[in-house]
T-cell receptor, first 114, second 112 residues
Framework: KAGVTQTPRYLIKTRGQQVTLSCSPI?????VSWYQQTPGQGLQFLFE???????NKGNFPGRFSGRQFSNSRSEMNVSTLELGDSALYLC?????????????FGPGTRLTVL | GENVEQHPSTLSVQEGDSAVIKCTYS??????FPWYKQELGKRPQLIID?????GEKKDQRIAVTLNKTAKHFSLHITETQPEDSAVYFC???????????FGTGTKLQVIP
């Protein structure tokens, strides 16, 4: 079974631009969560989608948004990029919603904002 | 909301020694506690998890203990090997709430 995939793997943007990241979950998984990983801050929860519905959202500004499609693929969008948005963005899929199931992570998208 | 604290942030041990990483959580309703290992340049992967109805769980050289009263849980790695070198993350969540809160990570270095 193919693992979680993320595209693109690397992105370089400038301040003020917007970016869209994509995540394809493991086949059959309907839950996709997004995390921001920065040195020293661990994994910060952005949001989770299950069956095209956002079930929970972390403490990030409204510039961070996402969506999920009927095939469970998910996209995350960041508008008006800031230098502090530079990070590794990880998505994770799980079979069940609810936060109490094994999460399978993708390889991440490394975003650099100049 | 839930807050997870993890200590130490870095840990160096000699090969063959044991390593212990500790986490505390704030929400007494949390009932699922996974541990993830992230090797350099790779994605986090689940290595062991424990639910609140269990006090201890073992898988070969890895064990996790949970003290619900004190709201802390620990990862124990025995007979450490160089391939155990990685960043380890603890996490806490409660079933039905969709949000997993991670600790800030422990960088474990096993010295050959």
């Amino acid at each position: 079974k193919a693992g979680v995939t993320q595209t693109p793997r690397y992105l370089i943007k400038t301040r003020g631009q917007q970016v869209t990241l994509s995540c394809s979950p493991i086949s059959g998984h309907r839950s996709v969560s997004w995390y921001q990983q920065t040195p020293g801050q661990g994994l910060q929860f952005l949001f989770e989608y299950f069956s095209e519905t956002q079930r929970n959202k972390g403490n990030f500004p409204g510039r961070f948004s996402g969506r999920q499609f009927s095939n469970s693929r998910s996209e995350m969008n960041v508008s008006t990029l800031e230098l502090g948005d530079s990070a590794l963005y990880l998505c994770a899929s799980s079979l069940l919603a609810g936060g109490a199931d094994t999460q399978y992570f993708g390889p991440g998208t490394r975003l650099t904002v100049l | 909301g839930e807050n997870v604290e993890q200590h130490p942030s870095t840990l160096s041990v000699q090969e063959g020694d044991s390593a212990v990483i500790k986490c505390t959580y704030s929400d007494s309703a949390s009932n699922y506690f996974p541990w993830y290992k992230q090797e350099l340049g790779k994605r986090p992967q689940l290595i062991i998890d424990i639910r609140s109805n269990v006090g201890e769980k073992k898988d070969q050289r890895i064990a996790v203990t949970l003290n619900k009263t004190a709201k802390h849980f620990s990862l124990h790695i025995t007979e450490t090997q160089p391939e155990d070198s990685a960043v380890y993350f603890c996490a806490a969540s409660k079933e039905g709430y969709q949000k997993v809160t991670f600790g800030t990570g422990t960088k474990l270095q096993v010295i050959p």
